[in-house]
Antibody, heavy 122, light 107 residues
Framework: EVQLVESGGGLVQPGGSLRLSCEASGFTFNRHWMSWVRQAPGKGLEWVAN????????EYVDSVRGRFTISRDNAENSLYLQMNSLRAEDTAVYYC???????????????WGQGTLVTVSS | DIQMTQSPSSLSASVGDRVTITCRAS??????LNWYQQKPGEAPNLLIY???TLQTGAPSRFSGRGSGTDFTLTISSLQPEDFATYFC?????????FGQGTKLEIK
C-alpha cells in the first residue's frame, strides 16, 4: 500500500523557517516525480514545487521561488521542503503528492499524504 | 499562469441524480486535465486523469470529457459518498493550477 506521511508543520513567526518532511513507503520512491501542494484554510489547492526522480530538476510556483527549496533523499525514501522567510500567506496544510508517472509530460497526483499544517503568525 | 474556472461553485443534488461539473481553462490545455474529489479533513483523491481516463479504483459512475479549453466531470447516479468538493487541475504548463472547487451538497 502506498503511504506518504508528512511531518514538520507547526506555528512559526513571520520571517521564520520550517522544514517539512514526507516519508514514503509501499512503492519504489525513486521512480516517481514528487510535489508539494498546499491548501490554505477553507481555500483551494495550490501547487508549490516539484522534483524529478533523481533530484536534479526542480520547479517552483513564483510566490515561493527563492524562499522554499524542495529536495529528496532516495536512500531514505523521503521528500523535503525547506521553507524560509515565511509569510502569513504561506499558512496552509501542506501535502506531499506522488506523480502517477505516465509517459506523457503532464502531472497527475495519484497519491497524497494526510497533510501537515503550517501556521505563520506572530 | 493558466486560469481554471469551475462552474458551478456549489451544487445541491439528490441521491440518484445525474450531475455535471464544468471546468474551463484560460487557454488550450489539450487533455492535460485531471479531476479530484476531496472530503472534509481529507487529502484530495484522483478520480479522472488526462481528461477522460478513470483512475484505478474510482467508481465507473464518474466520467470525464473534453479537450482544449472545456471539460466536464459527470456523476451518472449520485451516491451518498459522492457529496464532497471536486477540483480540476491543469498540467499542460507549469505552474500546475487548480480550479476553485465545486462543493456538491445534499438537497
Amino acid at each position: 500500500e502506498v503511504q506518504l506521511v508528512e511531518s514538520g508543520g507547526g506555528l512559526v513567526q513571520p520571517g521564520g523557517s520550517l522544514r517539512l518532511s514526507c516519508e514514503a513507503s509501499g512503492f519504489t520512491f525513486n521512480r516517481h516525480w514528487m510535489s508539494w501542494v498546499r491548501q490554505a484554510p477553507g481555500k483551494g489547492l495550490e501547487w508549490v514545487a516539484n522534483i524529478n526522480r533523481d533530484g536534479s530538476a526542480k520547479e517552483y510556483v513564483d510566490s515561493v521561488r527563492g524562499r522554499f527549496t524542495i529536495s529528496r533523499d532516495n536512500a531514505e525514501n523521503s521528500l523535503y521542503l525547506q521553507m524560509n522567510s515565511l509569510r502569513a500567506e504561506d499558512t496552509a496544510v501542506y501535502y506531499c503528492a506522488r506523480d502517477l508517472g505516465l509517459a506523457s509530460p503532464g502531472t497527475e497526483f495519484d497519491s497524497w499524504g494526510q497533510g501537515t499544517l503550517v501556521t505563520v503568525s506572530s | 499562469d493558466i486560469q481554471m474556472t469551475q462552474s458551478p461553485s456549489s451544487l445541491s443534488a439528490s441521491v440518484g441524480d445525474r450531475v455535471t461539473i464544468t471546468c474551463r481553462a484560460s487557454q488550450s490545455i489539450s487533455t492535460y486535465l485531471n479531476w479530484y474529489q476531496q472530503k472534509p479533513g481529507e487529502a484530495p483523491n484522483l478520480l479522472i486523469y488526462t481528461a477522460s481516463t478513470l483512475q484505478t479504483g474510482a467508481p465507473s459512475r464518474f466520467s470525464g470529457r473534453g479537450s482544449g479549453t472545456d471539460f466536464t466531470l459527470t456523476i451518472s447516479s449520485l451516491q451518498p459518498e459522492d457529496f464532497a468538493t471536486y477540483f480540476c487541475q491543469q498540467s499542460y504548463r507549469k505552474p500546475d493550477t487548480f480550479g476553485q472547487g465545486t462543493k456538491l451538497e445534499i438537497k
